[in-house]
């Protein structure tokens, strides 16, 4: 089936991020994919992307490195959203920590000058056979693997090192994580746009997004959670949000 984009937005431009671009160029070639350009966003330069951008054009499609932080990006591109963009897709960044807890939080201090927003330790019975914490419990990476999952698995329905079918979705759990009422979750959801490539959706995002800054504004509730995760794998991110502390001289 013919998937076709508008622009696909890479996030890196190290190894693997480089391996997802040859990857798409493939799908493309094979009439699996059709997109009319590639976008590398990463602060640092790279020969080998370079070369790819320069070999682009003759396959079809055109390619670009936009020199910027994965956070800076997103949330401009969110900020000049239009129906135009729909049909693009940001294809993230797995060996980075989370882009879009820190997307959010650049959101909020551009949306928000009067608020501040911070990191909270997270309490829920919920648990994955792997789950580590950080920055004070704030900060969770669950897995439904223990062991190391090779980074061209595609996370299909039967689980290639159990050798049977996957019984576990982060997809479906999301709403699970917390019985609060009082947190918000905002939930990204990560699918496969081409072999092991996954890909954001741009729609859903922009809708959750907008949804949680309404929520911030409305100040409906205590905390809020921010989830990307794919079939298999996901990481979390609890945080409130406060006045800023003023003062006058």
């Known amino acids: 089936m013919n998937q076709t984009y508008r622009h696909i937005y890479i996030l890196g431009t190290h190894k693997l991020s480089l391996s997802y671009a040859h990857l798409l160029a493939e799908g493309f070639k094979n009439g699996e994919l059709c997109f009319s350009k590639i ?20 396959h079809g499609y055109s390619a670009e490195h936009v020199i910027t932080t994965y956070e800076q990006f997103i949330s401009e591109y969110l900020e000049n959203f239009n129906n135009y963009h729909s049909d693009d897709a940001i294809i993230p960044d797995h060996t980075a920590p989370h882009v879009m807890l820190k997307v959010v939080f650049s959101l ?5 000058k009067n608020k501040i927003a911070e990191l909270k330790p997270f309490n829920s019975t919920f648990a994955t056979p792997f789950l580590h914490k ?15 999952c090779p980074p061209e698995c595609d996370e299909p329905k039967i ?16 709403l699970n994580l917390s019985s609060d009422p009082h947190i ?17 959706a741009i729609i859903p995002l922009v809708q959750k997004i907008s949804e949680l800054i309404y929520e911030i504004q409305e100040n409906n509730y205590e905390s809020y959670l921010v989830m990307t995760h794919s079939h298999c794998h996901a990481i979390l991110g609890h945080f409130r949000v406060t006045e800023k502390n003023t003062f006058e001289c």
């Open 108 to 112: 909020i201090e551009r949306n928000f």
């Open 39 to 58: 976008f590398f966003i990463d602060s640092q330069q790279n020969q080998d992307v370079q070369d790819f951008i320069e070999n682009s054009v003759s």
């Open 184 to 200: 918000f979750l905002a939930q990204f959801s990560c699918q496969i746009i081409y072999k092991q490539v996954a890909y954001l």
């Open 134 to 148: 950080s920055q004070n419990d704030a900060i969770w990476a669950m897995s439904y693997a223990t062991w190391a």
């Open 159 to 174: 689980c290639p090192h159990l050798k049977s079918e996957r019984h576990w979705d982060f997809n479906s759990i999301g």
